[in-house]
């Protein structure tokens, strides 16, 4: 059982490290004041008229009072989608919309794809701090996870068209 609990945790911590590092770490490129993150790759797709929609997928398991009793997973979040709607109000034609799902036993959306803008933004962060108490599902089931998450995508993708992006936290 530890070994399992260190090996969740391991993954916890390099999902988060893989989503917030690179939010803040600028690339090596030539251009120095040139910063190249997962949002702003996202964004490049968007910029010009476009769209695109990202589907947030969190880990809601009664093991995350252990593994992540600070709530990481939940600031890496916000501070993804702080980013994303920063990047945003650089390239006021592109349109994004997002939404929140959980998944433990079972994959459950909790945020309906909302427009990522300026008035949506409270909504967005209430909803993701409701999962700093999401943590009481009795397993984490990742086939339920990610098959919930592509069914979403595939739905969304038949209905608009979108670019489209998962990211788990």
């Known amino acids: 059982m530890n070994r399992l609990r260190a090996m969740r945790t391991l993954l916890l911590t390099l999902i988060v490290g893989l989503v917030v590092a690179p939010l803040a770490i600028p690339s090596a490129r030539a251009d120095e004041d040139a910063e190249v993150t997962p949002a702003s790759r996202f964004m490049s797709c968007t910029r010009g008229g476009g769209q695109g929609s990202v589907l947030l997928l969190f880990d809601t398991s009664g093991s995350l009072k252990h593994t992540d009793p600070e709530n990481a997973r939940v600031a890496a979040g916000k501070l993804f989608v702080s980013r994303l709607a920063e990047i945003l109000g ?14 433990d036993h079972s994959f459950h959306k909790t945020l309906d794809w909302t427009d990522l803008d300026a008035a949506h933004l409270d909504p967005i962060n209430a909803d993701l701090d409701a999962y700093a108490e999401r943590r009481n599902g009795p397993e984490t089931d990742y086939w339920k996870a990610v098959d919930g998450a592509r ?3 595939a739905k969304r993708q038949q209905a608009e068209g979108d670019h489209l992006s998962l990211i788990h936290i």
């Open 151 to 153: 069914q979403e995508l």
């Open 90 to 103: 650089e390239s006021p034609e592109a349109n994004v919309q997002i939404a929140l799902a959980g998944f």
